[in-house]
């Protein structure tokens, strides 16, 4: 052990004694599940009663589930909006308590083209960091040899724009990784500054740059798609990262601020680059195993990103991964206490959880069921009620019940609703294909109709636009469609700009495939074409070669 590890000890232990404790509370915690929901609704309404949405719902004459079901309908982002704008243009207690400022917008995109913005407060902060920690304690306590050794994380900038007040408005986990304790941001490779480098190629090889000198125990980002991308960064650009550790420098593909590139500080490290250039000759390509020794990976393994496992696997030799759970710009509603699984343990101490049936979803008065009253097995869509503001709101994800423990369920995410499609993390919905459709046609003069989008797994993957056109009137409109997307969503634009998506292929269909597979979906389910309603967005993700008229 080195200088520096010996000296981080002492304080090691006190962080992991209370980590420690935080993670047993955790666990007891899941053998009183209704009750300590009940115990966490009563302190989020009382402390909501003088809000105005907490006036306009008559919290304050609530007492039990019960009352509070009938107080609070369901809702979902849109229900919730206009007490949104209210927050951010100031007035904070239009959602949150008085006592509670907002320290960041959480921002992510919403079903149509604005984004949404979940208020940061620093008791939802402190709610989330304390769900990190228990997930982070037990990961360590599962592979002791990462102790104490350094961590490379890859986030997004807290301040990606600023709210009508001047607020930050970005990713949360950018706040996160900030306000991290001392001793955990000592061990993170990646100096913050590098997180908010704009192009996504210099980002990635500095990442890399300033990480590869360090003994990375492991790494963690929500994306596995991200991992990926930060090693195939080098190996592209192999010969330039090998001359820049050799010789203490950055010189990155791509031009970054001349602020940042300054504060990035690196020492000639002849020894470390001959080790590269002998792991290049022997096996053709740069690989992490030729720099760390990377005892596990921490990220999603569910819904659409296990497409992702065979080639993470590939860089890594098959090490283990441990997916991060249910995270959203919402919150953390799920720990995984395990390697190899998507399911975690349902976040019960910081939301109050429902869980409407899955062949309920459209119904227009669900069932929503307790945390203590699903069935293993069973699939469900998910309601939240946390400090975030967010009452009785449907996130939207599918997810099924695996297993439990105590009186709680372990859930696996499965997709996003029936009407949204996510292959990286995008999470393009129907209406937004359908209003880029109309977009592209007013911008190109080509009119479709009737389309067809699906994801396609590839590399990097991509959406194709299957339609009836002419071939030339198509290729014009999917470039439309592709930047009226990256408008309309500012995750679909980050990923299409950072790489992880390529830019939609057209696929020409024969004319009269739309109508014949229209007559075939009527007729299997037995209906009326009056009911037929064309679905313009598929939210399956092809993985074979691409789409012909058959498949179409």
């Not at 080195?2 to 232990?13: G, H, V």
């Not at 706040?175 to 192009?199: A, C, E, F, M, W």
């Amino acid at each position: 052990m080195n200088l520096k590890r010996l000296l981080l000890r002492p304080a090691a232990r006190l962080a992991a004694t209370h980590a420690y404790l935080t993670l047993r509370a955790f666990v007891n915690s899941h053998r009183r599940t209704r009750e300590v929901q009940d115990r966490l609704l009563a302190s989020l309404i009382a402390r909501a009663r003088e809000t105005a949405f907490g006036r306009d719902h008559g919290l304050a004459a609530v007492r039990t589930y019960d009352e509070f079901v009938k107080a609070v309908p369901l809702g979902n982002y849109d229900t919730l909006e206009p007490y949104m704008q209210r927050v951010l243009a100031g007035e904070t207690t239009a959602l949150l308590p008085a006592d509670q400022p907002v320290l960041m917008f959480s921002r992510t995109s919403g079903t149509t083209g604005e984004p949404k913005h979940i208020p940061v407060t620093p008791a939802f902060a402190a709610h989330l960091k304390r769900t990190f920690s228990v997930f982070g304690y037990k990961a360590l306590s599962d592979h002791k040899e990462v102790w104490l050794r350094p961590i490379l994380t890859i986030t997004s900038p807290t301040r990606e724009v600023d709210s009508p007040t001047g607020l930050p408005c970005g990713a949360i986990s950018g706040l996160l990784n900030d306000k991290q304790i001392r001793l955990v941001r000592r061990l993170y490779t990646v100096p913050s500054q590098v997180k908010t480098i704009g192009h996504p190629v210099a980002k990635y090889y500095a990442a890399l740059r300033c990480s590869i000198p360090r003994d990375v125990s492991f790494i963690t980002t929500a994306n596995p798609s991200s991992t990926i991308q930060l090693i195939e960064t080098g190996q592209q650009h192999v010969e330039r990262l090998i001359r820049d550790i050799a010789d203490g420098t950055l010189t990155p593909p791509e031009p970054i601020d001349p602020a940042t590139a300054a504060s990035l500080r690196f020492r000639p490290n002849r020894k470390l680059a001959r080790r590269l250039e002998e792991g290049l000759r022997r096996d053709g390509q740069l690989l992490p195993r030729h720099f760390w020794n990377v005892a596990f990976l921490a990220n999603w393994t569910g819904g659409t990103l296990k497409l992702y496992l065979p080639r993470l696997r590939e860089l890594f030799d098959n090490i283990p991964i441990r997916d991060i759970g249910l995270v959203a710009s919402e919150g953390r509603f799920s720990i995984p206490l395990a390697d190899g699984t998507p399911a975690g343990v349902a976040e019960i101490t910081a939301n109050v959880l429902e869980f409407i049936p899955a062949d309920q979803h459209d119904k227009p008065d669900p069932t929503a069921l307790r945390p203590d009253e699903v069935d293993i097995g069973g699939e469900y869509f998910l309601v939240v009620t946390n400090h975030a503001g967010l009452w009785r709101y449907n996130l939207d994800d599918r997810i099924r019940v695996v297993d439990r423990l105590g009186q709680s369920p372990v859930f696996e995410f499965l997709c996003r609703g029936l009407h949204t499609a996510n292959i990286t993390g995008e999470k393009i919905t129907e209406h937004q294909v359908v209003e880029a459709m109309k977009s592209a046609s007013a911008a190109t003069g080509h009119r479709v109709d009737r389309f067809i989008m699906q994801g396609h797994f590839d590399s990097p993957p991509y959406y194709e636009l299957r339609a009836e056109a002419v071939d030339g009137e198509l290729l014009s409109l999917v470039g439309a469609v592709d930047q009226a997307l990256g408008r309309l969503n500012i995750e679909y634009a980050a990923k299409r700009s950072s790489g992880r998506l390529g830019p939609i292929q057209a696929v020409i269909l024969p004319t009269g495939t739309l109508e014949r597979i229209e007559i075939e979906t009527i007729r299997s389910r037995l209906g009326r074409s009056e009911q037929y309603k064309h679905q313009y967005l598929l939210t399956d993700v092809l993985t074979d070669s691409p789409s012909s008229p058959a498949n179409a």
